[in-house]
T-cell receptor, first 116, second 109 residues
Framework: GAVVSQHPSRVICKSGTSVKIECRSL??????MFWYRQFPKKSLMLMAT?????????EQGVEKDKFLINHASLTLSTLTVTSAHPEDSSFYIC????????????FGDGTRLSIL | QKEVEQDPGPLSVPEGAIVSLNCTYS??????FMWYRQYSRKGPELLMY????GNKEDGRFTAQVDKSSKYISLFIRDSQPSDSATYLC?????????FGKGTRLSVIA
C-alpha cells in the first residue's frame, strides 16, 4: 500500500488564491521530504528539499517566497503556493525516502493544481 | 549533453512480449539507480532499486546497470496490458535524484 500520502489530489481555484498541499509519511518518520513539479510529458523537476525542523533548500530558479515549505513534524511537510497564477498550474508531487537519505524515494500520488 | 537521456517513445508491444527500456547518463558519480512506473495522473511507483553495477531481478522485472558504459536497462518479461504506463529511470550520487524524461509504454492485448 501507499507509504506517502498527498492531499488534496486535485485543486481548482481562482488566480490570487493561496493553495496548501500536504505530504504525509505513513508508518515511518521522514526527516527529509522532496517536492517536485511535473509538466505534461516532461520529467519531474525538483523544486525543494524539505527538512524537518529547519529551512527548506530550494533549487535554483524556484522562488522561496512563492512556494512556502513547512516541515513541522517528522511525518508532515506542506507546500503552499502563494497568490497562485495560471502559470503555477501543474502537477506537484512529494516524496520521502524510507530508512535514511540513501534509500530510494517513495512518492505520493500528486496534486493537480489548476489556476483559472 | 543532458545528465540522463531516455527515449520518450511511445513504445507499443503485443501482450506477452519482452520489453527493453534504457537510459544513458553522463555523470560517473551516479551510484544509485532506480526505475519508477507512473500511471496517468498518479505519482511514480518504485519498481527497482540498484546500487552500482550488476543485475537485479524481481518477478517479471530485471534491472541492469553497466557503469562502464553509463547505461541502465529495465526488462519486462511476459508483458501485460496492466504494464502500460510511463517508465522513468532515476539516479544519483551524493546529489538530488535526477530523472529521465520517461518512456511511454503501451502493451496491446
Amino acid at each position: 500500500g501507499a507509504v506517502v500520502s498527498q492531499h488534496p489530489s486535485r485543486v481548482i481555484c481562482k488566480s490570487g488564491t493561496s493553495v496548501k498541499i500536504e505530504c504525509r509519511s505513513l508508518d515511518f518518520q521522514a526527516t527529509t521530504m522532496f517536492w517536485y513539479r511535473q509538466f505534461p510529458k516532461k520529467s519531474l523537476m525538483l523544486m525543494a528539499t524539505s527538512n524537518e525542523g529547519s529551512k527548506a533548500t530550494y533549487e535554483q530558479g524556484v522562488e522561496k517566497d512563492k512556494f512556502l515549505i513547512n516541515h513541522a513534524s517528522l511525518t508532515l511537510s506542506t507546500l503552499t503556493v502563494t497568490s497562485a497564477h495560471p502559470e503555477d498550474s501543474s502537477f506537484y508531487i512529494c516524496s520521502a525516502p524510507i530508512g535514511g537519505s540513501n534509500q530510494p524515494q517513495h512518492f505520493g500520488d500528486g496534486t493537480r493544481l489548476s489556476i483559472l | 549533453q543532458k545528465e540522463v537521456e531516455q527515449d520518450p517513445g511511445p513504445l507499443s508491444v503485443p501482450e506477452g512480449a519482452i520489453v527493453s527500456l534504457n537510459c544513458t547518463y553522463s555523470n560517473s558519480a551516479f551510484q544509485y539507480f532506480m526505475w519508477y512506473r507512473q500511471y496517468s495522473r498518479k505519482g511514480p511507483e518504485l519498481l527497482m532499486y540498484t546500487y552500482s553495477s550488476g543485475n537485479k531481478e524481481d518477478g517479471r522485472f530485471t534491472a541492469q546497470v553497466d557503469k562502464s558504459s553509463k547505461y541502465i536497462s529495465l526488462f519486462i518479461r511476459d508483458s501485460q496490458p496492466s504494464d502500460s504506463a510511463t517508465y522513468l529511470c532515476a539516479m544519483r550520487g551524493n546529489t538530488p535524484l535526477v530523472f529521465g524524461k520517461g518512456t511511454r509504454l503501451s502493451v496491446i492485448a
